[in-house]
């Protein structure tokens, strides 16, 4: 499931750059629900929320891409 990835990505950057989801949620604008869960892939993040966490986490949008298998 590729919310699965997108949120797994996003908790392992999370975590290397020093942030608590509910740290994360007060610098992005969203409740610690919507960084919940996405990260246990519940929710697919929008395309601006992606931006903003990109911008946060100082990475690229390119970097949370789940990976494909093709």
Same mark, same amino acid.
């Given at each position: ?13 999370? *975590? ?10 007060? *610098? ?14 519940? !929710? *697919? ?22 990976? !494909?298998?093709?």
């Amino acid at each position: 499931m590729e919310e699965e990835q997108w949120g797994r990505r996003i908790r392992a950057f999370r *975590k290397l750059k020093g942030y608590t989801q509910e740290s994360l949620a007060r *610098k992005l604008g969203v409740s610690v629900s919507v960084i919940g869960e996405v990260e246990r892939g519940n !929710r *697919k993040p929008s395309d601006e929320l992606l931006h903003l966490i990109a911008l946060t986490l100082n990475i690229s949008v390119n970097e949370l891409l789940p990976e !494909r298998i093709n």
